[in-house]
């Protein structure tokens, strides 16, 4: 049934995506001699269909002449993508042929007859370029090379307003969010530019999920680092968003990427300098709740460039408030907590970045980056719990330390050879992440009176490095003007140390460890295909073989091998996708993606800062399959832009939280793959400009989800479905004299889980920004949620024998006031643009994060924040992520953000080279109880899909059952 449920989605999805597309002109006008559109005349049945400009003839005596070239930004070096050419007789000024560029801004036109031309060249947000004195003879082969396009530029009162750059593009694999057009994330960083892109969604602990999953790869400039995979939401809090380029999604990767990220990869792409010469910008702001301060620096001279880079953030002012109840069905129980807390951080990324041109077809570059990530917590837990008619009170006083450092160096040769786009890469890094995670708590009975009386102490320290060496070869060639094959191979080792020590009454009561090293061996094939007709097709395959070897301390003191076998997987991938008219696109992907457990799902480690609420990791845990298809079409029609894309998503062996409770209420969390997840949903987003001045666009996410657990225990089998909706609204505008503003809100609704769900939450900003008469800085003014204090968000859970209802008072209204300056001479030379390229781990499930790479940016010209349509193609890349443990919480009464179904249904933290922090210690008392088994107690089980034993901990920490 399930099988037929799919096919009949896919058959409604195609249905639904060509009839948007008929809604808009994309073909030719019958019997229109003129061709009247980009699609032409189409009065010969089979005739091939050709991509001709509007009011061209295509009944026009043609001859044997051929007109080639390419189209580059001329500040950005980049390819200008789906730009017209008009061939123009200089006798009778009528177009007599045209043609469109395509993806890397390549143009040809054949069949060209004899005669003088001009050649016209238009693109919006570019000067219309003429080329003159073109001579075609009757076997001219004329190649006009490179040819550059001048951004379009309006003067108003001697403020130039460059125009209106597109806020999102649309590319063949990929969604590009041009962040660097957004003023509200001044001051703020990667999580705050990630709320405003379009299928992506932030939760309120600045967790990402893509479409309903936050199995993403987080990547940044085509770097992976371990910092990711302790947490992608601590590590987004590194970047601060003046460095942020572009954010570019990709929901169906191709086969050269790795094939973790189940829901697919986000790309944070830094910004770069151009420039010849030296620069030095300097980016601060303060507000109520943080402050930052960021210094980027760049010198570049002849075939060298340096670029050096430093920025801190700093949290304050951040309360905490929450309450949690937990009620026993089978057992007579009643568990009360409430939680007030205060909580600091520091975040900081340094790094130090050099290039080289050794010669016109080689480059060398190399990047030093050292990240850290500093959080304090402090906490007051008051418990009351009812059994038998009788309560006890107690109080817990918590302070948690979570201090991250991080290394991340890099060295990339690149070379290219004798065809043009033949190349050959050798990228290796290295990669280490330092942590230590710890609490200390103070119990106290508490009276009626709320006299205190001190009971004991006690303590967890939990020390973790994460490693990860990595060495990747790719080559890529031409075949023809229109194919291209690539292939390459990648090595990963990656070393995981966890060292866990229990203290009470200040003395060592139990210790523990775990040593995990992970092996990754990967190849793979891609071969894309395109035609002139703007046809294009991508299909490739990747396997990867993994080897684990894992031990850990037994209760005795000696180390037990866990013996995970190795497993192999083969991951296809196939895009297609065609583009009809005036940018109107429709694109169909296949792909099949693994999601590898991160460390906080895998380390053994007993969070029990609360002791109601006690969690630990299975080290025997598999990797999630899943296989994702996806539909969709765009279209631009004057300065509208238009998206709809639709996707299902089918998940086997999910990791699953597994929760049960003890007589006395105590609950106890672990992960088994027992899990079958479906997603079917739909996109749709839109951007337009109105008035030259002002841009406005939206849109929505909607997904039906349905959740099981498979169990074979009929009293611990849950499933649930429903529909997950959301949605946001951005607009900006450009004031004269170097005014700009912009505002925008975000809501999503309630979130369906395993086992009941979590109400929906709202966000809202606005931003005022004014540049500088010396073109040289900018101050701006933004606020977020502003309305009113705090809001509570809430989760309800219900089990076979509890119920659980918790509450969150969040308290994130906040204003800032940034400043921006740039010093130094910059001049911007014709320059033969290089690529680069680099490692690129995206291949485990972690939580979220990223930091801070590459120094040197230069904005150019300071610009009005909104800018006029210009599809521009950005750069990408991304960074590794590694192998981290679990993180600390920080309230632990607080709903587990980063446990089991976190913002999502079903849905755990991106990983992308194992899922999170081996000193995660997650949030207690909120946890969600999701469905599962009940734990064996003494042994490891050597199958994932059955409940690990619980590590030794604390004897009034863990209860034992009755």
């Known amino acids: 049934m399930k099988v037929i449920l799919q096919y009949v989605f896919l058959a409604v999805l195609t249905g639904l995506t060509s009839t948007a597309f008929a809604q808009f002109p994309g073909g030719g006008g019958g019997g229109n001699r003129g061709g009247g559109g980009f699609g032409g005349d189409q009065r010969g049945g089979n005739r091939a269909r050709q991509t001709i400009i509007p009011g061209t003839a295509e009944d026009t005596p043609k001859g044997s002449g051929k007109i080639k070239g390419i189209l580059i930004d001329s500040v950005s070096k980049k390819p200008v993508e789906f730009a017209a050419l008009a061939l123009v007789d200089i006798k009778t000024n009528n177009p007599i042929d045209g043609t469109t560029t395509d993806e890397k801004g390549a143009f040809s036109m054949t069949k060209v007859a004899s005669g003088n031309f001009k050649i016209l060249i238009s693109f919006i947000g570019y000067k219309t370029k003429t080329i003159n004195d073109v001579k075609i003879d009757r076997k001219t082969e004329l190649d006009l090379g490179s040819i550059t396009l001048a951004a379009d530029v309006v003067q108003l009162n001697e403020v130039e307003v460059v125009g209106m750059a597109q806020l999102i593009e649309e590319k063949v694999d990929r969604l590009v969010y041009n962040a660097e057009k957004d003023i509200t994330s001044r001051g703020g960083d990667a999580s705050d530019v990630m709320k405003k892109v379009p299928m992506l969604t932030v939760d309120l602990d600045g967790n990402v999920s893509l479409r309903g999953s936050s199995n993403v790869r987080v990547l940044i400039n085509n770097k992976p680092s371990t910092i990711i995979a302790s947490s992608v939401a601590d ?114 990324s340094y790094n130090l970045g050099w290039d080289y041109e050794i010669d016109p077809k080689s480059s060398v570059s190399a990047n030093v980056r050292y990240g850290l990530r500093n959080q304090i917590n402090s906490q007051e837990l008051t418990t009351v719990n009812t059994r038998a008619g009788a309560a006890t009170s107690l109080f ?32 290796t890094q290295f990669s280490r992440n330092n942590r230590t995670n710890n609490y200390k708590a103070d119990n106290y009975s508490l009276s009626s009176l709320d006299v205190r009386d001190f009971l004991n102490n006690q303590a967890n320290d939990n020390k973790s490095h994460n490693q990860e060496s990595t060495i990747q070869l790719d080559y890529q ?95 296809p991938s196939i895009n297609i996708s065609q583009t009809f008219g005036k940018g109107q696109t429709i694109k169909l992907g296949y792909n099949r993606r693994l999601q590898r457990p991160g460390i906080q799902y895998l380390n053994p480690n007993v969070n029990a800062s609360n002791p109601q609420n006690i969690s630990f990791g299975n080290p025997n845990l598999k990797p999630e399959l899943t296989d994702q298809v ?160 705090a809001f509570k968000q809430k989760t309800v859970l219900e089990s076979y024998s509890f119920n659980q209802n918790n509450t969150n008072h969040l308290y994130n209204r906040g204003f800032r006031v940034n400043f921006s300056y740039k010093l130094g001479k910059m001049t911007f030379v014709e320059q033969r643009p290089r690529r680069k390229k680099s490692v690129n781990n995206d291949d485990q499930k972690s939580d979220g994060g990223g930091g801070m790479d590459g120094g040197g940016a230069t904005q150019g010209a300071a610009t009005p924040a909104i800018t006029v349509p210009a599809a521009r193609p950005a750069g990408g890349a991304g960074r590794p992520q590694g ?80």
């Open 883 to 962: 192998v981290q443990g679990v993180r600390p919480t920080t309230d632990s009464t607080a709903s587990p953000v980063r446990q089991g179904f976190q913002g999502q249904p079903g849905m755990r933290p991106d990983s992308s080279t194992m899922k999170r922090d081996s000193t995660f210690k997650p949030d207690s008392t909120a946890v969600r109880p999701d469905s599962t088994s009940k734990p064996v107690l003494p042994v490891t089980p050597t199958d994932s899909t059955a409940l690990p034993a619980k590590p030794a901990v604390p004897a009034d920490s863990l209860p034992k059952k009755d």
């Open 477 to 571: 060639t031409p075949i023809k003007d229109n194919q291209m094959l690539e292939l390459g191979g990648k090595a990963i080792m990656r070393q995981v140390v966890s060292d866990y020590f229990y203290y009470k009454a200040n003395a060592l009561d139990s210790t523990n460890n775990l040593n995990y090293d992970q092996n990754v061996a990967a190849g793979y094939l891609s071969y894309t295909y395109t035609t002139k007709s703007r046809f294009s097709l991508k299909v490739g395959s990747r396997y990867e073989y993994t080897n684990i070897n894992a031990n850990q301390l037994s209760r005795e003191g000696s180390k037990v091998d866990l013996n995970i076998p190795s497993y192999g997987n083969l991951v």
């Open 630 to 789: 996806e539909l969709g079409t765009s279209f631009f029609k004057g300065t509208v832009y238009v998206n709809v894309s639709t996707f299902a998503r089918f998940t086997n062996g999910s990791i699953e939280s597994i929760r049960t409770v003890s007589p006395t209420g105590v609950i106890s969390t672990t992960f088994g793959n027992i899990g079958q997840k479906d997603n079917y949903g739909v996109n749709v987003f839109g951007n337009i400009t109105l008035f030259k001045r002002w841009q406005l666009g939206g849109g929505f996410d909607s997904y039906y989800v349905t959740l099981t657990n498979n169990n074979s225990d009929p009293t611990l089998r849950y499933s649930n479905d429903g529909f997950v909706i959301s949605g946001r609204l951005r607009t900006s505008v450009t004031i004269k004299n170097g005014w700009g503003f912009q505002g925008g809100a975000f809501m999503r609704g309630r979130d369906i889980q395993l086992q009941g769900y979590q109400t929906g939450f709202r966000m809202y900003d606005l931003g005022l920004k004014k540049d500088f008469k010396n073109k040289r800085g900018s101050i701006g003014f933004g606020m977020e949620n502003f309305l009113a204090p």
């Open 235 to 348: 590590a987004l809090r590194q970047i601060p968003a003046d460095m942020i380029k572009s954010v570019e999604v990709i929901t169906s990767p191709s086969a050269k990427y790795d094939a973790e990220g189940s829901a697919g990869i986000i790309n944070i792409v830094t910004k770069k300098s151009t420039i010849q010469g030296g620069t030095l910008n300097i980016d601060t702001g303060i507000g109520n709740r943080g402050s930052n301060l960021g210094l980027r620096g760049n010198y570049r001279t002849g075939k060298m460039g340096f670029s050096l880079g430093g920025f801190g953030r700093f949290g304050y002012n951040m309360p905490g408030k929450s309450e949690n109840s937990q009620v026993g069905k089978t057992e007579p129980f009643s568990v009360k907590q409430s939680s007030e807390s205060h909580n600091k951080n520091a975040f900081g």
């Open 396 to 427: 817990r006083d918590v302070d948690t330390k979570d201090l991250s450092g991080t290394w991340d160096v890099n060295v990339d040769y690149l070379k290219t050879l004798s065809k043009p786009q033949q190349e050959l890469s050798i990228s």
